[in-house]
């Protein structure tokens, strides 16, 4: 798993993402729970403006095939490390504006991942070997999700002991970390690739914009099997947005618990993702289609035993097997996506395989607010377990049986 850092280039993004996503997980703890302090409707205002940005991945992905994605990159993070510090400012002068202060950063934290995301997926296959690129992917989900684990479980305890100026200081100097590491990563991506990306001339402009984009979906409808998977996907979507956002209401309130319990249990689904990412490599001469079907019943059954759950601790231990099976599946397919994906088109496929996923979550996240004292709380968990039976039923008839086969059948 840690062939991937002998490559110097990806050691130094590593490093920078280290800091800049422990930096958004432990911001991200303490600006939920500061906002559902003041109202609970507020927390699917703030899932709401984390979500819509996302949507504009499918433009990113654009970007990131027209531009050197270091560089995009390193842009994103930069203006994100000083949008942290203008809030600072603001609620310096201004304690009275902390929540839509906290608002506007998970926004425009989430704008950046919009851009940032495509574009790293791109330079990974650019920074280093075929062979490495599992090892590549691997660590950067154990970084991603065990920052959220260690960060959720230090923005709980933050809230109550640095204070949350502290914690906008702290998310501020991250993102600028991690630009000076993108920074030193930048010549080994330039010197296998080049400055910029080039396309063709007729991708110019308005029209050369779409046409970019409908390649991308060509790419995407060569893959039938992975078209199966969309609709059960969108809906998983819409219902963990809906959840997860309003998981700090339902901590206070059905599990009674205070900032530090709600950050160690948010942090075991992430600690779970971590051991999920892992153990990819136990799985490699298995059967995709049987694997992933197993995991998805699994997690559904796990989520169940988490609505049921009225201890904190059991409430835990249920999100951090859940979080195993996610972890899993997520990079299991990612991996096999990079290999199908022919480079010149990966930009723009990932970007509108994210903004695909990502239409339902806005709308989860404001359904969750909006049905609050309407439906009970649980109804979004509930409706993440009955997703997954559509999911693993288009799991277990499309995915090809034999891993191998998905580079075959998917050729693009």
Known sequence: MWIALQNRGFLWLW???????????????????????HSPFLLSIAGLAMSVPSMLAMAGGVFVDRYHPGKLMLGTDSLRGVAVLIGLVLIWWRPAWDVWSIIAILTINSLGAALFGPAEM???????????????????????????????AIGGAAIATVGIKAIFGFDMISFWISAGAIMLALGYIRSANGNRIQLPEASEGPIGFWKSLKDGWQGLQSMPWFMALLLPVVLTNFAFSGAFTMFPFWMRHVLHAGPLTYGLVDSSWA????????????????????????????MGLFILGFVGSHLAVLAGV?????????GLINAIFLTFMQRVIPSHLMGRVMGIIITLFG????????????????????WTWLLA?????????????????????????SSV
């Open 271 to 298: 600690a779970g993702l971590v051991l999920g990412s892992l153990t990819t490599g136990l799985f490699r001469q298995h059967s995709l289609r049987r694997v992933v079907g197993y995991l998805s019943i699994a």
């Open 15 to 37: 490093i920078g993402q280290m800091f800049s996503q422990l930096g958004n997980a432990i911001f991200l703890i303490m600006g939920l729970w500061e906002i559902q302090l």
């Open 122 to 152: 791109v330079a990974m296959p650019r920074l280093v070997s075929d062979d490495a690129l599992a090892s590549a992917n691997g660590l950067n989900a154990v970084t991603n999700q065990l920052s959220m684990a260690v960060g959720s």
């Open 359 to 378: 239409l339902a979550t806005p709308l989860g996240a404001l359904a969750a607010g909006v049905t609050l004292h309407l439906l009970p709380l649980s």
């Open 385 to 409: 377990v009955a997703a997954e039976i559509p999911l693993t039923y288009a799991i277990f008839t499309k995915v090809p049986n034999d891993p191998a086969s998905i580079v075959e059948s």
């Open 318 to 326: 249920m999100l951090f097997f859940a979080g195993i099976a996610n």
